[in-house]
Structure formats: C-alpha cells, structure tokens
C-alpha cells in the first residue's frame, strides 16, 4: 500500500480516555456528539488476545466460531493499491464479489502476507448472529440494552473510502492496526459524494482518493482536511464513531479484524432516513427553487426544528403524525399510506 498523501500529524486526533469499561459505556457515551477512542476497551476479549500471538492464531479463532455459511469474499487485483473502489466509469466497482468458505478467504489472506504488491482481500461487514453466532457472548463489548447489530469486518491492507453510517458505531478493533480520518456531517459538500444508490459497500462513498487527492476536480477537499480528525487504533482499542460522521478506514497489517455494533437512537418501525431523502429526489429535488424554498421552510417547521413545539397548540387526540413520539401504530398508519401513494 502506497503512502498516505495526508500526514497524520497534520490533522487533529480524535479525543481519548483510557481505563473505559463495557459496563460504564454508555454513562461515558452520554451526551457525546463527537468522535472518542477507548484505549483498551476491548482489550480483555478472547478474540483480541488470539489475534495478538499471531495472524494464524486469529485465523483459527474465527474458523472456531464460524458458522460454516458461505461469506462474501471481495478479490481486487494489486493494481488497486488496496482501495475499495469503483471501475473507471463507475458502472461497476474495482473488485469481484466471491461467497467463499471463510477458510479459503483466510488462507488467501495469509498466503500473500509478504507479498510486495498483494492483491485487495477483505470481508466486508457481516453479522456475527448469521455467521459467527457465538462471537457476541464470548467478547462482550457492554452494549447489549441497544439491540446492536454487530458485524464483522476482516481483510488485509484495505482502504475504505470515506463514508457515514446512520446508526451510531462502536467499532472493536480486533486484529492488526487500523488508521481513521473522521469528519463532520455538514462536511459533505466538500467530500463529493459519488451516488447514492450505487455504491461498493451500499452506503454512497467520497470520490476523493485520500492517498491522491485531485485538488483541481476536488477543490473544496482542502476545506474539508481543515476539519479532520484522526484516530489510530491499535488491537484491544476502540472507537467511537456518531451517526452520520463520515469516516475513512484504513487497514494497515496482514490480518485486520474490526467488531462493530451499529445501534440507532429512535425505535427501528420509524424507517430509514435514506428512504425519507430518496423520497424528496423523488418529489422535491426538480421543483422550481422558490418551491423548494418553501418545502424547506416546511421541513424546518415539522422536522428539523421539531423541539420548539410544531404541534403543541393542537390537542393531543388530534395531532395525528404530529403525536411526539409516533407510537407504533400510527407509525405503521403512515407507512401504508405512504406504499398506497407511491402506487400511483
């Protein structure tokens, strides 16, 4: 993997606290809307310590817990220099998607392990209740009153391009180092998005190359760098990643193995924000701009600034999807209506 064109000592690191414990996560999480590394949190998990005698001591340890279900492996040639990416003409990604025997994946990995110009292997996230059914008990990262959805994620010397997940993220690392440039959400117009129903790991990606930033097609990417952050994790440590930060993931040893626990903050019936934003492409975006303008006073009104009481002058029998919060009911209510008028 070539050399990063970002200098790590140029950018802002993330906070950190050492001595963090499972049980007290979430009394340390209170409040937080920014990023924060734990050092040694997940020190003391089973898997932490196989993956610090060896690779193949890591490696074994997986095959232990794995189901034995086909995984999705992802091959890319040397020539991608270890990024995840898309083709040329972003009509297909730079990397063929396998279901492969965890083992056999494994085995390629530590097969190339000295290997000058190694080809692109890795895992992508994969829940662990599927496959590694028995991983979550056994390393225990305190966060199971959130019903997380835990996952896995393995691979060799891998960049992963900057992306935001929904969910909040506790993400373990397992195995190997690995390197984090964070940024704000309001960051966006200076990531340029590539788009957003097609992308290598579902969720649209920044198309800068933080290894080979083109300033003159990305000019705004230099703004952007003014508010990085940059965390590097060593086995056993974490970090904690808010919803809807954008983070760049660098994977940077033989074997590396990241545990994450996505967990959201509003009951899962409410949907997915994605869905609401592909719905305004659909219905906002061609709208003339003074239309626009006044949809937007709108959603400032009933959604973004909902707190200041959109709806308390209305009696409570009577607010209807105004009520604070939707209960279940009404929230299955609104989504048939909405299936209903998507049909016409």
Known sequence: MSKPFIETAAL??????????PEKIFELLAGTTQPLVLRGYC??????????TSARAMADYLLEQYSGKPVNGCYGSAETGGRVFYNDDLSGFNFEARRVQLGSLLDD???CADAEHAPMLYMPS?????????????????????????SLW???????????????????????????????????GNLYPGPLEFAPGGQEISLVDFYNPDFERFPRFREALDHALVAELDAGDALYIPGMWWHHVESLETLNVLYTHWWRDSAAYMGRPTNALLH?????????AHQRKAWKALFEYYIFDAETGASEHIPES?????????????????RAKLQNDLKR
């Open 280 to 288: 305004a492409v659909l219905g906002l975006r061609n709208l003339p």
């Open 109 to 111: 990995i530590l097969s």
């Open 43 to 52: 020190d003391h998990f089973p898997a932490v310590q196989a993956g610090k």
């Open 318 to 334: 009577a607010r209807g999807v105004l009520e604070q919060p939707l209960s279940l009911e009404a929230a299955m209510q609104l």
């Open 126 to 150: 994969s829940e662990v209740s599927y496959w590694f059914p028995e991983f979550s008990a056994a390393n225990d990262a305190g966060v199971k009153s959130v019903s997380p959805m835990g």
């Open 12 to 21: 802002t690191p993330v906070d950190q606290v050492w001595d963090a414990k």
């Open 154 to 188: 393995l691979g060799n010397k891998v960049r992963v391009a900057a992306h935001y997940d929904f969910p909040d993220n506790l993400a373990c690392n397992i195995a190997g180092k690995r390197r984090f440039t964070l940024l704000p959400p309001e960051q966006i």
